[in-house]
């Protein structure tokens, strides 16, 4: 397997803050991570797919300057959530891609008061 | 475009029953299959995979499931649980070539003792 690492693991903000969540790819380097969001008791939620060196790529519905990514190496992209309110409140997951195959970190839970 | 289906939102099972956990997927390309599981407030942990070669796939913690082109189908099976199994089961799909991730919403497994 591969080891994908997140920090934080948890955070309280107040609303209208920014918060930074890193992916980091322990054990290999990922050119491609993605970020995904789980509301509670559903499944996984693709935000965006992060590629080292170039603009992320968002899908349909997720507000690019409110989540912004950056993958400037090979083994660390970020999440930014901006100007958070409470409804940003989420469980974020990302992975890295290896070959054919994503593993993914222990997720992120932020909450925002 | 590709979807996944899980049959069952929730599976209760005794210890020591075995289990069957039923994925099912649509998608007009060849595709690459997968299980991950995830305990609470943890993230997703690759159980196994299925690129090619052999229908049946052998993962980690005892389980396996069988591809079954026919029937669009990649269930997961292991013959005898345990109390630590109790967690969600989530299928998902890739379309050959791409990296995005489609996943299933979901199965909760409670083995009760």
């Known amino acids: 397997g591969a080891v994908v690492s997140q920090h934080p693991s948890w955070v309280i903000c107040k609303s209208g803050t920014s918060v930074k969540i890193e992916c980091r790819s322990l054990?290999?380097?990922?050119?491609?991570m993605f970020w995904y969001r789980q509301f509670p008791k559903q499944s996984l939620m693709l935000m965006a797919t992060s590629n080292e060196g170039s603009k992320a790529t968002y899908e349909q519905g997720v507000e690019k300057d409110k989540f912004l990514i950056n993958h400037a190496s090979l083994t660390l992209s970020t999440l930014t959530v901006t100007s958070a309110h409470p409804e940003d409140s989420s469980f974020y997951i990302c992975?890295?891609?290896?070959?054919?195959?994503?593993?993914f970190g222990p997720g992120t839970r932020l909450l925002v008061l | 475009a590709q979807s996944v289906t899980q049959l069952d939102s929730q599976v209760p099972v005794f210890e020591e029953a075995p289990v069957e956990l039923r994925c099912n997927y649509s998608?007009?390309?060849?595709?690459?299959l997968f299980w991950y599981v995830q305990y609470p407030n943890q993230g997703l942990q690759l159980l196994l995979k299925y690129l090619s070669g052999s229908t049946l796939v052998k993962g980690i913690n005892g389980f396996e499931a069988e591809f079954n082109k026919s029937q669009t189908s990649f269930h997961l099976r292991k013959p005898s649980v345990h109390i630590s199994d109790t967690a969600e089961y989530f299928c998902?799909?890739?379309?050959?070539?791409?990296?995005?991730?489609?996943f299933g919403k979901g199965t909760k497994l409670t083995v009760n003792p």
């Open positions: 054990d290999f380097q990922a050119t491609t």
């Open positions: 998902a799909v890739s379309e050959g070539g791409s990296e995005k991730l489609v």
């Open positions: 998608s007009s390309v060849s595709v690459y």
């Open positions: 992975s890295s891609d290896r070959g054919e195959t994503q593993y």
